[in-house]
């Protein structure tokens, strides 16, 4: 049973190209988020994707979008990169929009780096 | 807005040392609470989920504890081994808006010495 999957695993850009970074749920979950990790910090939630479609959204810019298939697997679209775009990108995926008994499963992460 | 705090963040101890984590939180409201543990450079590997509900949870040497109305959770390891050298990330599942997210801690990372 594969579990998330994540591609690239390393991307160096410079600023102000666009990105795409790509994630496979686990066999079985339909809903995707996507978290952005700073080097020391903690995930921070980008946005979640359920149905095809954005159903919750976090502190980030319009540069950061997105997109689900009807696979499930999803992009994450970065346009006008910044210096500070630089992290660790996660995606997680689970069954349903999370609830409470539930955890989601994260991939390994895409590493980009910002020159 | 929730906010996560984990303290410290870094620990060194000797092998074989039994270990407190500690995580806290600002807001009360919470679905459930879960630590994890992520290598260098990797993804986060879910290692404890306790329910609102519950006070604690336990999985080999790992135990968790929650204290929803204090806002605190602390993760204890026995018996410590340089293998669970890591960075440990507590979050939260709240209500945010109309949908459930996580808000993580900033972590603490772990150094087992042999």
């Known amino acids: 049973d594969a579990g998330v999957t994540q591609s690239p695993t390393h991307l160096i850009k410079t600023r102000g190209q666009q990105v795409t970074l790509r994630c496979s749920p686990k066999?079985?979950?339909?809903?995707v988020s996507w978290y952005q990790q700073a080097l020391g910090q903690g995930p921070q939630f980008i946005f979640q994707y359920y149905e095809e479609e954005e159903r919750q959204r976090g502190n980030f810019p319009d540069r950061f979008s997105g997109h689900q298939f009807p696979n499930y697997s999803s992009e994450l679209n970065v346009n006008a990169l910044l210096l500070g775009d630089s992290a660790l990108y996660l995606c997680?995926?689970?069954?349903?929009?999370?609830?409470?008994?539930?955890?989601?499963?994260f991939g390994p992460g895409t590493r980009l780096t910002v020159l | 807005k929730q906010e996560v705090t984990q303290i410290p963040a870094a620990l060194s101890v000797p092998e074989g040392e039994n270990l407190v984590l500690n995580c806290s939180f600002t807001d009360s409201a919470i679905y459930n609470l879960q630590w994890f543990r992520q290598d260098p450079g990797k993804g986060l590997t879910s290692l404890l989920l306790?329910?609102?509900?519950?006070r604690e949870q336990t999985s080999g040497r790992l135990n968790a504890s929650l204290d929803k109305s204090s806002g605190r959770s602390t993760l204890y390891i026995a018996a410590s081994q340089p293998g669970d050298s890591a960075t440990y990330l507590c979050?939260?599942?709240?209500?945010?808006?109309?949908?459930?997210?996580?808000?993580f801690g900033s972590g603490t990372q772990l150094t087992v010495l042999p």
């Open positions: 066999s079985g979950h339909d809903t």
């Open positions: 997680a995926s689970s069954f349903g929009p999370v609830r409470a008994g539930d955890t989601q499963y």
């Open positions: 979050a939260v599942l709240a209500l945010s808006g109309s949908a459930r997210q996580l808000t």
């Open positions: 306790i329910q609102s509900s519950q």
